[in-house]
């Protein structure tokens, strides 16, 4: 029973995980614009 609850995932789960992935991206895009201002110096 427990593979299937992973493999069904918890709503809670879900949303703790699309939040950890919206902060990564945030993260990448900052430290991209953060890149693009170093080489524009």
Sequence with gaps: EKERRVIEGN???D???TMLDKVVVGLREE???MIERG???
């Design 39 to 41: 080489r524009v110096k």
């Design 11 to 13: 709503p809670q789960e």
């Design 15 to 17: 949303t703790l995980t």
């Design 31 to 33: 430290q991209s614009k």
